[in-house]
């Protein structure tokens, strides 16, 4: 006898781009761009176990349902916004239980003309991502994560690593010097809010919480004088912890890409390890990965 253990089900990859015109001065555009999962838990199983679909709410109507509230709702900070698309599903239809929306805002940056920040003309600066991701609860209690992806940054010195296991599978030499970059994935999770309005009156938090990460994982990780990756991501997790006192916990996914020595030196004796490194070799695989979740 087999039975459905768990389902939630919905749709992925719903993109949309909001421009709001600022309300003091009307030739001054904002725009965001999304990328938007929603997907329902409730009284579904007979969708699975019986063919039978009368409870289900298409993916097709999740994916107009998220474009009608993103016209009627402001979509910023996306933490509200998320709040307000999985408090919908729930309070919509009385056998959905939960719904889970994860959003990736892109990068648009607004760009200087002529000295000038342009009204209207943005670019896309990097891969870098915000990332909400909001469970909502049918008693209106709303669970909230934000993060940053796809953050590339490299330092060319102040690392080091040194004083590891040296045992017969080690080759590693340790360095006090070292050049070091990751793509940072950094989660931090806000207390439980009770209902939509008291995430709505958290949105100042929501978007310092994210300038204040982004601004503490990137000094972090230029004035750190790294004795590792490890030691590094845990300074910044601090730090954030500190910042936001409705955070709480901070994780991060710390790739480590490794760029090598290359020892020149069989080419008429040319010095280009160590205090002499200057050409490096990027590595794709296998590289380092550091992670670790830090709570109160
Ligand atoms: N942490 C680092 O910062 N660098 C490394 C590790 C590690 O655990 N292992 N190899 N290189």
């Avoid at 509230?69 to 939960?98: C, D, M, R, W």
């Avoid at 760009?111 to 469970?135: N, P, T």
């Amino acid at each position: 006898m087999v039975h459905l253990a768990a389902s939630r089900y919905g749709k992925d990859n719903i993109r949309l781009l909001k421009v709001e015109r600022d309300p003091e001065n009307p030739k001054l555009q904002h725009v965001y761009e999304f990328t938007i999962t929603v997907l329902l838990e409730g009284d579904i199983e007979v969708a699975y176990t019986k063919a039978d679909n009368t409870p289900v709410v298409t993916t097709d109507s999740m994916k107009n349902t998220t474009h009608i509230l993103a016209k009627q709702n402001p979509v910023t900070p996306p933490e509200v916004f998320a709040s307000v698309l999985g408090t919908h599903f729930v309070n919509t239809y009385n056998h959905i239980h939960k719904s889970f929306i994860h959003i990736i805002q892109h990068r648009w940056t607004r760009y200087e003309v002529d000295g000038k920040l342009h009204d209207h003309s943005f670019i896309r600066d990097g891969a870098e991502v915000r990332i909400v991701d909001a469970e909502v609860h049918e008693d209106g209690k709303i669970l909230l994560k934000s993060g940053i992806a796809d953050l590339l940054v490299l330092k060319s010195t102040g690392s080091a690593f040194y004083g590891y296991i040296q045992d017969e599978y080690t080759t590693l030499k340790e360095t006090n010097d070292r050049i070091m970059s990751t793509s940072v994935d950094a989660t931090w999770s806000w207390k439980p809010y009770d209902n939509l309005d008291a995430a709505k009156a958290a949105a100042d938090s929501f978007q310092d919480g994210y300038q204040n990460a982004r601004q503490i994982t990137l000094k972090t990780f230029a004035v750190d004088d790294s004795a590792s990756v490890q030691a590094t991501l845990y300074k910044m997790c601090e730090e954030i912890l500190e910042t936001a006192k409705d955070v709480q916990d901070v994780s991060y996914a710390l790739p480590n890409k490794h760029y090598f020595e290359i020892d020149l030196s069989w080419f008429h004796d040319l010095q280009n390890t160590g205090k002499d490194a200057q050409v490096y070799a990027p590595q794709s695989n296998p590289n380092g990965l550091i992670t670790a979740k830090v709570s109160r």
